[in-house]
C-alpha cells in the first residue's frame, strides 16, 4: 500500500505572540525577547513602530508602570527632521519658553500654567541673565 493522501488543508497563520483568548500577552521585566521593543528601543534603533499596533505589553515594578511593545521585523524607519517640522517645533517651544510679562525667552520651559510668567515677573526672584534671551534679540534671531 501507499502513503495515505492527505486531503488538501488551508495553511493557518499563526501569531506566535497571541496567546488566543483575544487577551494582548503580558512580559515581565526583561523577558520580552529580542523580537519586540518598545517606542523609545526602535527610537534608539533608527525606528518607528508605523502603523502596527502592539503585540504585547511588558511590566515592572509589580505591574504599576507598562510598555507597550511591538515587533521590530515590522516597523519603519524614523521619517527625517524636515526645515517645516523643525521650524513648527521651534516656535511650539518659544510659546513654552517665552514670558507672556516681559518677552523674554527662557533656556527652559516656563510654569506657564501655574505662575503665568517667568519668576522675576512673578515674585522678583532675580534671573541669570545668562539662562534668557532678550526680546529684543530674540526678535533679531527670528528675522
Known amino acids: ?33 529580542h523580537a519586540l521593543a518598545t517606542r523609545r528601543q526602535l527610537r534608539e534603533m533608527g525606528l518607528r513602530p508605523g502603523g502596527q499596533s502592539p503585540v504585547a505589553r511588558i511590566e515592572c515594578r509589580g505591574g504599576r508602570r507598562f510598555a507597550w511593545l511591538y515587533r521590530i521585523d515590522l516597523a519603519k524607519p524614523k521619517l527625517p527632521m524636515t526645515l517645516a517640522k523643525e521650524l513648527a517645533l521651534d516656535k511650539a517651544m518659544a510659546a513654552r519658553q517665552t514670558c507672556p510679562k516681559c518677552g523674554r525667552r527662557y533656556h527652559h520651559v516656563l510654569p506657564l500654567k501655574t505662575l503665568g510668567s517667568c519668576l522675576e515677573c512673578h515674585d522678583g526672584t532675580p534671573a541669570d541673565p545668562s539662562s534668557y534671551v532678550t526680546a529684543a534679540a530674540a526678535h533679531r534671531l527670528a528675522a
Open 1 to 33: 500500500m501507499g502513503a495515505p493522501q492527505r486531503e488538501d488543508v488551508d495553511t493557518v497563520d499563526v501569531d506566535l505572540y497571541d496567546p488566543g483568548d483575544g487577551s494582548i500577552p503580558v512580559f515581565r521585566w526583561k523577558q520580552a525577547g
